[in-house]
Nanobody
Framework: QVQLVESGGGLVQAGGSLRLSCVASGIAFNRAAMGWFRQAPGKERAFVAAITGAFTTGTSVANSVKGRFTIYRDNAKNTVYLQMDRLTPEDTAVYYC?????????????????WGEGTQITVSS
């Protein structure tokens, strides 16, 4: 059974930083591309960042967070991270970790096979 468990969410002031973690189990993690998506109230789920599997380190980051958010992984810990800096109220959303068996990253949520439950990020102004 595949499980993705996110942690690290919470309340932060604008300009602050948070780091999200997603621990995966039941999946060939080192070969899986992993991604982060977010969903704000009243909006559709949106791509944030993704990282390749298969021991490569290519990443893809949404323009809205480029230069502020960094995705990286630790295959030894079956964990993918999202470092979020210079947060703004517009970053407020539920953040979801996603994984796919294909090692290539994707910006399309429909291409991911596995999802976490999500973790809330609230940025106050």
């Amino acid at each position: 059974q595949v499980q993705l468990v996110e942690s690290g969410g919470g309340l932060v002031q604008a300009g602050g930083s948070l780091r999200l973690s997603c621990v995966a189990s039941g999946i060939a993690f080192n070969r899986a591309a992993m991604g982060w998506f977010r969903q704000a109230p009243g909006k559709e789920r949106a791509f944030v960042a993704a990282i390749t599997g298969a021991f490569t380190t290519g990443t893809s980051v949404a323009n809205s967070v480029k230069g502020r958010f960094t995705i990286y992984r630790d295959n030894a810990k079956n964990t993918v991270y999202l470092q979020m800096d210079r947060l703004t109220p517009e970053d407020t959303a539920v953040y979801y970790c996603a994984g796919r068996s294909n090692s290539r990253p994707s910006r399309e949520s429909s291409t991911y096979d596995y999802w976490g439950e999500g973790t809330q990020i609230t940025v106050s102004s």
